[in-house]
């Protein structure tokens, strides 16, 4: 018994010395309270600040071509203790600041020469970038920086702005942090069809290297308030951006590709024209290539099911199955409105493939797709398209009946 106890003891003194390493900590860690957090960055055409005019008057500068204005959002423990202990309508939960130049990677190294605080992006949320830079750079070149910063999460989400991407990052509510809230306005894609999937930084990379055109969230900015509006044309060959799709032409997007996770499809009843709403509780879509030849075409079948979420139809019951069906091809009726106009934008206005067709066809037939990738988007453009649309009301609430 006393020769078991002497073999445990040299184990279990091990087993306490590699424990107390393990509590020790990083070493290599640098204090919270010297750290400047970037949560949030947006790229504009180069217009310098008033505060960096008057900074570049008294000093002398370096040698750079005003291109590009970088602001960087930071929360800093400073201002969250400040915010926290006076609470004063006033104070901001955040600090933006701006830099003008040519390279991104010197400009956010020109702020180490006007903060104490050392930047650290591993908790950047957002990155906005303007229309006009994203019409005159390729995206690769705005983001290259990103994409090699080690620092910076792969699930970074990109967005597009129009006007100035900074005005994005701005707010005049107590307490919000603007690079938060819209992180937090993609997560509300269960509540509208007006929502792209998350662009992500590794999303980005890819789609860039696949040579496909594709859609990126576009966001409005007033008077500290922002909206999700719409989405930017990125083409496949020159990664900038060509065009926009409004808020209802990016609703046929998510009917086509059936991504949506919720919304609402407001029609109107043939016979009397009043209002019938229908709330999307599932969708989903198949996009079937045919090949013939050289002919090239395609059979798109959407389906949904949901619930009538609001009537005015006063004669209209719901609980009758017949008002029921009529609900539904009012609202097929309008869903297949949205995609043929999207169709036509697509194919006739911009000639380009955003909703994911080349990509059915390089899975379903690749040797097919090898010969026609390298002038899809030409060859989208005269491609027929078939479409239709399937909804089921499956539940319709407890008013009905009484509509006589």
Same mark, same amino acid.
């Given at each position: 018994?006393?020769?078991?106890?002497?073999?445990?003891?040299?184990?279990?003194?091990?087993?306490?010395?590699?424990?107390?390493?393990?509590?020790?900590?990083?070493?290599?860690?640098?204090?919270?309270?010297?750290?400047?957090?970037?949560?949030? =960055?947006?790229?504009?055409?180069?217009?310098?600040?008033?505060?960096?005019?008057? =900074?570049?008057?008294?000093?002398?500068? &370096?040698?750079?071509? *005003?291109? $590009?204005?970088?602001? &960087?959002? /930071?929360?800093?423990?400073?201002?969250?203790?400040?915010?926290?202990?006076?609470?004063?309508?006033?104070?901001?939960?955040?600090?933006?600041?701006?830099?003008?130049? *040519?390279?991104?990677?010197?400009?956010?190294?020109?702020?180490?020469?006007?903060?104490?605080?050392?930047?650290?992006?591993?908790?950047?949320?957002?990155?906005?970038?303007?229309?006009?830079?994203?019409?005159? /750079?390729?995206?690769?070149?705005?983001?290259?920086?990103?994409?090699?910063?080690?620092?910076?999460?792969?699930?970074?989400?990109?967005?597009?702005?129009?006007?100035?991407?900074?005005?994005?990052?701005?707010?005049?509510?107590?307490?919000?942090?603007?690079?938060?809230?819209?992180?937090?306005?993609?997560?509300?894609?269960?509540?509208?069809?007006? $929502?792209?999937?998350?662009?992500?930084?590794?999303?980005?990379?890819?789609? $860039?290297?696949?040579?496909?055109?594709?859609?990126?969230?576009?966001?409005?900015?007033?008077?500290?308030?922002?909206?999700?509006?719409?989405?930017?044309?990125?083409?496949?060959?020159?990664?900038?951006?060509?065009?926009?799709?409004?808020?209802?032409?990016?609703?046929?997007?998510?009917?086509?590709?059936?991504?949506?996770?919720?919304?609402?499809?407001?029609?109107?009843?043939?016979?009397?024209?009043? =209002?019938?709403? !229908?709330?999307?509780?599932?969708?989903?879509?198949?996009?079937?290539?045919?090949?013939?030849? *050289?002919?090239?075409?395609?059979?798109?079948?959407?389906?949904?099911?949901?619930?009538?979420?609001?009537?005015?139809?006063?004669?209209?019951?719901?609980?009758?199955?017949?008002?029921?069906?009529?609900?539904?091809?009012?609202?097929?009726?309008?869903?297949?409105?949205?995609?043929?106009?999207?169709?036509?934008?697509?194919?006739?206005? !911009?000639?380009?493939?955003?909703?994911?067709?080349?990509?059915?066809?390089?899975?379903?037939?690749?040797?097919?797709?090898?010969?026609?990738?390298?002038?899809?988007?030409?060859? /989208?453009?005269?491609?027929?398209?078939?479409?239709?649309?399937?909804?089921?009301?499956? *539940?319709?609430?407890?008013?009905?009946?009484?509509?006589?």
């Amino acid at each position: 018994m006393k020769q078991s106890h002497n073999n445990i003891r040299p184990l279990f003194i091990s087993l306490s010395v590699l424990l107390f390493l393990t509590l020790t900590g990083c070493w290599s860690s640098h204090e919270i309270e010297e750290q400047s957090l970037g949560i949030g =960055l947006a790229f504009d055409k180069g217009k310098q600040s008033s505060i960096e005019k008057k =900074l570049n008057e008294q000093g002398e500068g &370096y040698s750079k071509k *005003d291109l $590009i204005t970088a602001t &960087y959002q /930071f929360i800093t423990p400073l201002v969250a203790s400040s915010t926290t202990k006076q609470s004063g309508p006033q104070q901001k939960s955040y600090v933006n600041v701006s830099e003008t130049g *040519d390279s991104l990677h010197q400009m956010v190294r020109e702020l180490s020469l006007r903060s104490e605080q050392p930047v650290t992006a591993h908790h950047m949320k957002v990155v906005v970038i303007g229309e006009g830079l994203a019409r005159s /750079f390729r995206l690769e070149q705005l983001l290259d920086q990103n994409f090699r910063e080690s620092e910076l999460r792969p699930s970074c989400l990109v967005l597009i702005s129009k006007g100035r991407a900074s005005k994005t990052l701005e707010t005049k509510k107590a307490g919000e942090i603007p690079a938060f809230r819209l992180a937090g306005i993609v997560e509300n894609a269960y509540r509208t069809t007006r $929502i792209l999937p998350p662009m992500s930084h590794i999303k980005v990379e890819s789609k $860039i290297k696949s040579g496909s055109s594709f859609l990126m969230q576009k966001v409005l900015s007033v008077n500290g308030q922002v909206k999700f509006a719409g989405a930017a044309v990125i083409d496949g060959k020159t990664h900038k951006m060509t065009g926009t799709l409004n808020e209802e032409e990016l609703e046929g997007v998510t009917w086509i590709t059936g991504k949506g996770k919720g919304g609402v499809v407001k029609s109107f009843d043939k016979e009397t024209g009043q =209002l019938i709403v !229908y709330e999307i509780e599932s969708m989903k879509s198949s996009i079937v290539p045919r090949v013939k030849g *050289d002919n090239i075409s395609f059979d798109v079948n959407i389906e949904s099911v949901g619930r009538l979420s609001e009537n005015w139809v006063v004669s209209g019951d719901s609980f009758k199955n017949e008002f029921l069906k009529k609900a539904e091809k009012s609202s097929e009726k309008e869903v297949k409105r949205l995609v043929g106009n999207v169709l036509e934008k697509m194919q006739k206005e !911009y000639q380009v493939d955003v909703a994911g067709f080349g990509n059915r066809l390089r899975i379903e037939n690749p040797k097919v797709w090898k010969k026609v990738k390298k002038d899809w988007d030409q060859r /989208f453009s005269e491609t027929t398209i078939n479409y239709d649309v399937n909804l089921t009301i499956n *539940d319709y609430g407890t008013s009905g009946g009484s509509k006589e």
